[in-house]
């Protein structure tokens, strides 16, 4: 069994199964937040986007306890939800701080003019 290196909120990336982290990848280009992040964790609909990655983080380190343990609780098609959840999720912050990054820095280029 292969394993992949997935982006993690943390500096060290996470290691999953290369088959787990490319179904999770597949899941990240068609998750929609309202239709999707519900079913992967409850409870985030007024989250700040901080918060819904941190859950969403917490929900796959327990995901892949199970996993490790190889628990009889264990559901892959969840582990995948929460992993593309946290994926698209993850993906978004990104984005946004960067957006954010080059406004800023636009704002500060006109105020110097």
Known sequence: MGYNACPSRAAVPLIRPKLLIETARIGARLYRRERDLAGAV???????????????????????????????????AA???????????????????ADQAKASGSASLRLAM
């Not at 901080?50 to 559901?75: F, G, K, N």
């Not at 582990?79 to 701080?97: D, I, N, W, Y």
């Open 79 to 97: 582990h995948v939800q929460v992993l593309a959840a946290l994926l698209a999720e993850a993906g978004r912050a990104r984005s946004r701080a």
């Open 42 to 76: 409850c409870g985030l609909a007024h989250a700040s986007p901080e918060q819904i990655v941190a859950r969403l983080s917490d929900a796959e380190h327990d995901c892949e306890a199970l996993r490790r343990a190889r628990a009889p609780t264990y559901r892959p």
